[in-house]
């Protein structure tokens, strides 16, 4: 039958919406027991993932920020497999920040995927259920004979109907309680290689991010922040209002912003403005930050994290201690794109918009700011231009939302690189002390951790392999509190106690007589016979990475190349590695990195890839460069000229390998960063027999 | 006075400061927000763009520098993405977060045209000077030598 355009216009009035997805989110367990037709923004109680309308339009919905980490592309995957639909015909959209529909709609912690897993693929499967009936129904079949592919339902005499054709029908029915997913050997999008969906506007430069957002009437700002711990006394503003494209410069919370009609003209003003602090306690410097970690590491005031049998006693009858200090500085996020966010507040709305990676905080922390209701404040997400966990806070949404209910405009708050690398939030500078304690045979019998962090909170992770194979542990953890502002770094606190922990367990094997590789397994074969306490992690997991990354890497079989091995856990994957230097003119390089991954199934090999190599250049890069210092509460350096970032010319081969054991998927964001300092800090000592206990290493 | 000049092959006249950086004329003035800020002292490359075919830090080049010049902006180099290294770029599932790409897809395609057929060791030297937070610089330096591979000899 043709349609005519006539008819296809009838058709689409009659079909007034789209067939979104009603299943209840918030319990995973319960399915909703009507389906609806409602337009999507619309969609009451019901979550919106998935829309199908009648011209077999297939939009897919991505609630979680895309930050880099693949989320966009990798969640309707899942979707798009349980659906049984082709990936060309699907449409992806990023949703914008709502409660109602979404739950955990944020980006953090390596868990987007680990969470919501399940949910997605009932999302998918149960709409495929649902068209299979309304062919069987239609067809007077059981939907036992049917079957789908591709996006059409097929029947047992050959019938065939598309999902657009049976979306209405479909959606009529009620939702099915009984679920049967694909049998894993049968995915055709899971688990290969799928680009990522912006690729598209991304290389031909659309405006993507936040630092990108344009509104009616919206007008740009900076703001000039105090040292940390200092308070603003005075500032001069008469000479920058009078500057060209100046339109206000107010003060607020110990800061200046000045409002502009152009970047370049506050640039411009910044340089003129001056500001006068003062402060009650001595603005900190690097001297008093090393003042702090020796207080801490004497202070009678730990907080025992944990302990198990009695590590004083144990120490004192082992046969040989060793004992080793390690320590990192605060460090920037440094994401390419500085922190900024648009804000626009009127008397009884608000609407926020920009590069968050926990919209639903920031939309709660301004309704207390500025106390309008949360459901009066719209927040839209734009692409982030990585974040590293730098978006968690919400410093610089606050600071957007208060300028605009000052100056009573929508502005666009635009952070400097300067601003961005001075400005906070950093990755906690920390010191750390082991100790362990060998009986004659070389057997750990006592092992002892103390952290002792700057605004880290808890600075130990106290039940982390080898804690589990050990008899006697004690895991102790300090935190001196600093004007120094900091958040989560990519892998928070694991980020440098990694390198730590594993550079440490190689010293620990030496001085034992033991294989790196051999030792770890002989602790997770105690682990698997005599667990001790709380145990976390699964040995056996642990074990298979670290096989296969022997084998891989050909570990200790290659002449000429120096390698160090280390081996992690952490947001519920596990990750080995060998590192391989090579000493060219006298300095050590690295040259190839073997990484063995389980993170369950993998669902997008493509970014899955991404994902391991730029976690083990990002934590390669900081390991070997990053540092700020502190003078008088100002952290230097504030540029890429002198914080130094890895370059392209700077990387090792990286051969990234997977379990891929079908088990559900868990984080990827984060889990290859901890053990790439200590995988490289291993090989430099094979190859130069020097140890490094600090970072940067350089 | 203003300043004239060819942006992504259209004229245009910009009465502003003319000291004012390409970058910010760009995205401020002309609404070109392809183009990317990433340190404004042309250490990190996300500005890079063509001045008459050169790849340039367009952070720091005042626009009194631009005069009659010919200027190319991601947005003018293929607005369709079939640029050979634009293909690539998606071929290969290159961005991560993305916010670099446009200045790394530029000093690509500006090496590309200078040197079509570059060594792996040219490829790495010729796109060192960009930064990548993210990492994505194996796929980078493999994108572009893809690139030229579609690049006829």
Redesign the interface.
Known sequence: MKTSRRDFIQKTALFTGVFTLGFDWFSAEAAAETSTMEVVTGAGRFNAFLSIDNLGKITLFSPNPE????IKTAFPVVVAEELDVDWAQVQVEQANLDTKLFERQLTGGSGALKHSWERLRKAGATVRKMMMQAAADQWKVDIGQCKTSKGFVLGPAGQKASYGSLAEAASKLPVPTELTYKDRKDYKIIGT?V??V???N????????G??I?KPGMV?AQIVRPPFGATLKSFSAEDVKKM?GILEVVSFKNKVAIVGE????I?QARASLTCDYSSDAPLESNETHQNWFDEGMKSEKAQVMRKDGDFAAAIASAAKVIEATYECPFISH?????MNFFADVKADSVLLAGPTQVPQPAQKAVSDLLKIPVDKIQVELS??????GRRLSNDFVLEAAELSSIIKKPVLV?W???DDMTGGTYRPAARYRFKAGLDKNGEIIAFALRGVGLNAGNSTRQDNFPVGAIENVLIESVDQKSAVTTGPWRAPITNFLGFAEQAFLDEVAEVAGKDPIQMRLALLEKVKTKPVGKITYEPARFEEVIKQVAEKAQWKKKPGVHQGFSVYYSHLSYVAQIAEVKVEKGKPKVTKVTAVTDCGEVVNL??AE??V??????GM?HAMFAKLNFQKGVASPS???AYR?????E?PV?DAHFVNNGIAPTGLGEPALPPTGGSIANAIYAATKKRHYKQPFN | MAINCTVNKKKVSLDI?P???LL?AL???L???????????A??G?CTVWVNGEPTRSCVLPISAVSNAQIT???G?????KHPV?VA???L??????????GQ?MTAAGLLKKNPHPTDQEI??G???????????????EAVKLASKKTKK
């Not at chain 1, 991304?202 to 991010?209: E, M, N």
């Not at chain 1, 440094?334 to 500085?338: A, G, V, Y």
């Not at chain 2, 180099?77 to 993405?81: C, K």
Request: proline fraction near 5%; aromatic fraction near 8%; include cysteine.
């Open positions: 930050i880099g980490q693949g290689r680009k990522g912006d690729n598209k991304v290389v031909t430069g659309k405006p993507l991010f630092i990108d344009r740009f060209p152009n970047t370049y003209a640039l440094s994401p390419m794109e500085p692409k982030m231009g990585g974040g590293f635009m400097t690189r300067e493509s970014g991404n994902q190599k730029g976690a083990i250049i990002d890069g540029n890429f000229n970032m890895i370059r392209g010319n990387i990286i | 400061d000291n004012t950086p910010w995205r401020d003035h609404s070109l927000l392809g183009t990317k800020y990433g340190c404004g002292i250490q990190c996300a902006t991601i947005e180099l293929d607005s369709a993405g634009q770029w998606d071929e599932d290159v961005p991560q977060c993305g916010y670099c790409q446009a897809i790495v030297d796109m060192s000077g960009n930064i990548c937070r993210c990492g994505t610089y194996h796929r980078i330096q």
